[in-house]
Nanobody, 121 residues
Framework: QVQLVESGGGLVQAGGSLRLSCAASGNIFRINAMAWYRQAPGLQRELVALITSGGTTNYADSVKGRFTISRDNAKNTVYLQMNSLKPEDTAVYYC???????????????WGQGTQVTVSS
């Protein structure tokens, strides 16, 4: 069984910072890309940031220059440093990992349970 467990969400004032973490565990052979998505009430889930196994990153335009994604491959962990937070960043943030389990020939997407980020004005 593979699990992705997020931590680090919470309530913060506008202009503040939060750091999210997501640790993948279980029967993991290799992890390709890892990413953070978010979903605000009434809206579709959207990609916030992505990082490949080689360290290449991609960001949504709305967070460029404010958020930084990073990963520790030895710990199967991905991070999202969020600075200069705005009320419109309020959402449930989900971790995603594209990975392959031992004895599996294919890669699949796995999701964490989500962590709430609330930014007050």
């Amino acid at each position: 069984q593979v699990q992705l467990v997020e931590s680090g969400g919470g309530l913060v004032q506008a202009g503040g910072s939060l750091r999210l973490s997501c640790a993948a565990s279980g029967n993991i052979f290799r992890i390709n890309a890892m990413a953070w998505y978010r979903q605000a009430p009434g809206l579709q889930r959207e990609l916030v940031a992505l990082i490949t196994s080689g360290g290449t990153t991609n960001y949504a335009d709305s967070v460029k220059g404010r958020f930084t994604i990073s990963r520790d491959n030895a710990k199967n962990t991905v991070y999202l440093q969020m600075n200069s937070l705005k009320p419109e960043d309020t959402a449930v943030y989900y971790c995603n990992g594209n990975l392959r389990e031992w004895f599996s020939g294919t890669y699949s997407d796995y999701w964490g349970q989500g962590t709430q980020v609330t930014v007050s004005s």
